[in-house]
């Protein structure tokens, strides 16, 4: 395909600034086009989630474009979960055996600024902001803008068209009102919506409590987490019901059933947020949900990429690298020099989908474990024993979160069969007693455990595998 072709780019978020920087980098004519006003020169909030885990599939898109350093540099590691109990106690559990594996919480306007930049470089890509898009129309590969500089509208044209303009995308609402072609669609709601808070630094700007974890107080129903922020502060986010149980977002109207609620739940985050009652009432309830949609190009004219194809809920801390890793395995196809468009979008989704669907679940999965059972005492056992199998046998185990998280090199839906085959062999052994887990534990005792959880993990491997045979 001829790389002086033009290609347009709705959105310049965080999948679509890398997705101009890499085509740009190919030496393709990139045309970008964004909503919002350049995050680099007007402050405006970040969006939605001021700072994000980022992880080793996002890394593998920095490695990509050659900014793996410059990422870093931008990066807290986060070497575990840090649980807050009601009374106050904390525990750290970490997550991987293995040191070399952690998570990083970074700003997601300095981490799209930088994409931003890195992009510019490239004389032959072109962002234009405040200018949203309204439609696509995908036989004739146009799309319609709203100026908001001059309020007026304008139509592209390209050879290409791809969005990236996130989870409300404007090109998949065309697919869908368009009835021109068999568009499924699925829009999930949980019935649990989001609030940011914050952790101010202290006065001489230090980390009010422990820097490189992600804090979690888990409640059942309901959970506080927080990352850290570069400048000594922690962004908090609190996810809570919209109306049921004892404390939901519908009923904490006032200052003080909103502090009556942090004292009963989370006194020792309270004690860190004198400033907790100003940014409730200032910031917004978000809800969450998950997109899944098919087919994500018309053709080859337009394709959906990163949170336009695939929103998920933010329990894996994978969206975004998701999102990052579309742009790596779309250049893996144009690696194989395809005859057209249409043969590139249909080989990229048809490797690709199976992997987006299987991260959308996992998240939701995410969502019970992190609210919930990181505070029950099995969970914690099989958590105390995956972390002394990895660390004692790292070539041989990893966790499902490891598997997710780490192990860019296999994808989300592989890592899926077996996080949650090796999941449910050592829950069925935890709770059958048919393994004794104590805390010094010899390496030989433990190879005797990896063995009998290898085996078991074949076992429901091959079940769920008959299971699902029998199902087709
Ligand atoms: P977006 O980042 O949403 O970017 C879309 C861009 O398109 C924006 O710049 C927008 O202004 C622009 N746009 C939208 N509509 C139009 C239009 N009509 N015309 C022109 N431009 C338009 N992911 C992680 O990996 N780790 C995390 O820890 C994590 N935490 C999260 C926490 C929360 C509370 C939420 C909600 C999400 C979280 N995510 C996380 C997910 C992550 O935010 C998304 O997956 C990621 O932002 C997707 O990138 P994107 O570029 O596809 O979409």
């Known amino acids: 395909m001829n790389k002086k072709q033009n290609i347009l780019i709705i ?187 914050s952790i101010l630094p202290t006065e001489t700007g230090d980390y009010k409590t422990y820097k490189n974890a992600l804090h979690i107080w888990p409640r059942g129903t309901f959970m506080l987490i927080a990352l850290p922020n570069l400048d000594g502060s922690f962004t908090v986010t609190l996810f809570l019901s919209y109306d049921d149980g004892a404390y939901n977002f519908n009923n904490l109207t006032t200052p003080e059933i909103v502090s009556e609620f942090f004292q009963k739940e989370f006194p020792d985050a309270l004690q860190l947020m004198p400033n907790l009652v100003k940014d409730f009432f200032n910031n917004p309830t978000a809800p969450l949900g998950t997109v899944k949609c098919s087919p994500w190009h018309y053709k080859g004219n337009t394709l959906l990429m990163g949170d336009s194809a695939h929103a998920i809920v933010p329990f894996y801390g994978q969206g975004m690298n998701a999102s990052f890793e579309d742009v790596v395995e779309f250049d893996a196809v144009l690696d194989q020099n395809l005859e057209n468009w249409e043969a590139v979008f249909k080989a990229y989704e048809k490797n690709r989908k199976k992997d987006t669907d299987a991260i959308a679940d996992l998240a939701i999965d995410n969502f019970h474990e992190m609210k919930d059972h990181v505070a029950n005492p099995i969970f914690q056992e099989k958590r105390k024993l995956e972390m002394a199998l990895e660390k004692s046998f790292p070539d041989e185990y990893s966790s499902k979160y490891s598997l997710v998280t780490f192990n860019e090199n296999i994808g989300y839906r592989e890592a899926m069969l077996k996080g949650r085959a090796q999941d449910k062999a050592i829950l069925n052994m935890l709770t059958d007693k048919e ?24 076992d429901i491997l091959e079940e769920d595998k008959i299971a699902g045979l029998k199902k087709s």
């Open 11 to 197: 959105g310049a978020g965080l999948c679509g600034s890398l997705l101009a920087l890499r085509l740009g980098q190919r030496g393709y004519n990139v045309s970008v086009y964004e909503m919002r006003p350049d995050l680099r020169k007007v402050d405006i909030s970040a969006g939605r989630s001021i700072n994000l885990a980022f992880s080793n599939r996002g890394n593998k898109a920095m490695k990509l474009v050659d900014i793996e350093d410059k990422v870093k540099a931008i990066c807290i590691p986060m070497t575990g979960r840090m649980i807050h109990d009601k009374e106050g106690n904390a525990f750290l559990s970490n997550y991987s055996g293995r040191d070399h594996e952690y998570i990083n919480s970074v700003s997601r306007g300095e981490l799209n600024a930088l994409l931003l930049d890195e992009a510019e470089k490239h004389e032959n890509v072109s962002i234009y902001f405040n200018k949203k898009c309204k439609s696509v129309n995908f036989k004739k590969t146009t799309a319609l803008f709203k100026d908001y500089e001059t309020k007026s509208d304008f139509v592209e044209d390209a050879d290409v068209i791809i969005a990236t303009d996130g989870a409300g995308s404007a090109m998949r609402k065309s697919y869908y009102l368009g009835k021109t072609f068999l568009f499924s669609f699925s829009q999930d709601y949980l019935t649990h919506g989001y609030k940011e808070l």
């Open 435 to 458: 393994l004794s887990i104590t805390h010094d534990m010899t390496k030989d005792a433990l190879k005797v455990i990896l063995e009998k959880v290898k085996t078991a993990t074949q």
